[in-house]
């Protein structure tokens, strides 16, 4: 598991012709919902081509502090639309904005197939 303060995290990878999956687990650790360190955070895949505009695949904002099926391990399993070569973003932004108290936030067990 990575878990990292986020500020506008970025993770991006390739993906070719021939993948048509993308899945993962994405959350906020118990340990900063449990504290009310957290105000949450906002969480996007993103396909984006060489050329073209980008074509979000997710955008799911997280609330523990307020909403608790949010403070589990969230699931996600995509398929990718036909695409050439392109990158696949996966980006968190803050939701209060204070970067002296950042919300934190984890990917993992990310597949592309």
């Not at 990878?13 to 340990?31: C, K, Q, T, W």
């Not at 074509?55 to 099926?69: Q, Y």
């Not at 403070?71 to 392109?86: G, I």
Request: charged share 25%; net charge negative.
């Amino acid at each position: 598991m990575h878990c990292e303060p986020l500020s506008d995290t970025l993770k991006q990878h390739y993906v070719n012709l021939l993948d048509a999956m993308v899945s993962g687990r994405f959350g906020i650790p118990r340990e900063s919902t449990a504290s009310g360190r957290s105000a949450g955070a906002r969480v996007l895949v993103e396909l984006v081509p060489s050329e073209g505009p980008a074509s979000t695949l997710l955008d799911r904002t997280l609330r523990p502090d307020t909403v608790e099926s949010d403070r589990d391990l969230q699931t996600f399993a995509l398929s990718l639309p036909a695409h050439a070569a392109s990158e696949l973003v996966l980006r968190t932004e803050s939701l209060d904005g204070n970067e002296s108290e950042p919300s934190w936030v984890f990917w993992s067990d990310v597949t592309i197939e």
